[in-house]
Antibody
Framework: EVQLQESGPGLVKPSQSLSLTCSVT????????WGWIRKFPGNKMEWMGY???????SYNPSLKSRISITRDTSKNQFFLQLNSVTTEDTATYYC?????????WGQGVMVTVSS | DIVMTQSPSSLAVSAGDKVTMSCKSS????????????LSWFQQKPGQSPKLLIS???TRETGVPDRFIGSGSGTDFTLTISSVQAEDLAVYYC?????????FGSGTKLEIK
């Protein structure tokens, strides 16, 4: 069974970087596509980007140059880094499988940006 | 970006009722090449991650009860729950995957009276 698990700090200070890990079991990240989605307080959902089976990436233009998604295939993990965070980046962050149809999701990690 | 508009934002129904919720996109999600509408529906129960219910506007995922029915084409889509159960308490989201960036509706919160 495919399982995804997010991990990372729950509190980040403004202007710092947010770094999260998604650990995948039951499926190799060298197949398919792997993405990050976040849900803001109030239910708004935003697709952030993906990393493909080959390591190529695609990002939401709204995040401009602040975002980076990388991976470690030896550990079957992929990562999210979001730079220069503000309080508006406070959200629950999810990792999920697939290019477009998100069929498997992690349980989510809540990240608060506050000083 | 394609804007997804869901309505109503919330509704309260009794178990056994039929429920209909709407999702409208700012441009057509119909792919002429593949003859499908690139729209998914998700269910998010309290404290859980989103669960994929329906893709291609009307194709139920394996294991999803047949009381969940997706319909529509082009820019207008509907999720119908034919007979609501107490366990259907959740927020329901639509998502378009016709073009990047992928975008979601703002959700319809279903409450059970």
């Amino acid at each position: 069974e495919v399982q995804l698990q997010e991990s990372g700090p729950g509190l980040v200070k403004p202007s710092q970087s947010l770094s999260l890990t998604c650990s995948v079991t039951g499926y190799s990240i060298t197949s398919n596509y792997w993405g990050w989605i976040r849900k803001f307080p109030g239910n708004k959902m935003e697709w952030m980007g993906y990393i493909s089976y080959s390591g190529s990436t695609s990002y939401n233009p709204s995040l401009k140059s602040r975002i980076s998604i990388t991976r470690d295939t030896s550990k079957n993990q992929f990562f999210l880094q979001l730079n220069s965070v503000t309080t508006e980046d406070t959200a629950t962050y999810y990792c999920a499988r697939s290019l477009t149809i998100f069929d498997y999701w992690g349980q989510g990690v809540m990240v608060t940006v506050s000083s | 970006d394609i804007v997804m508009t869901q309505s109503p934002s919330s509704l309260a129904v009794s178990a056994g009722d039929k429920v209909t919720m709407s999702c409208k996109s700012s441009q057509s999600l119909l792919s002429s090449e593949y003859q499908g509408n690139y729209l998914s529906w998700f269910q998010q129960k309290p404290g859980q991650s989103p669960k994929l219910l329906i893709s291609l506007a009307s194709t139920r995922e394996t294991g999803v009860p047949d009381r969940f029915i997706g319909s529509g084409s082009g820019t207008d889509f509907t999720l119908t729950i034919s007979s609501v159960q107490a366990e259907d308490l959740a927020v329901y989201y639509c998502e378009q995957y016709y073009s990047y960036p992928l975008t979601f509706g703002s959700g319809t919160k279903l409450e059970i009276k």
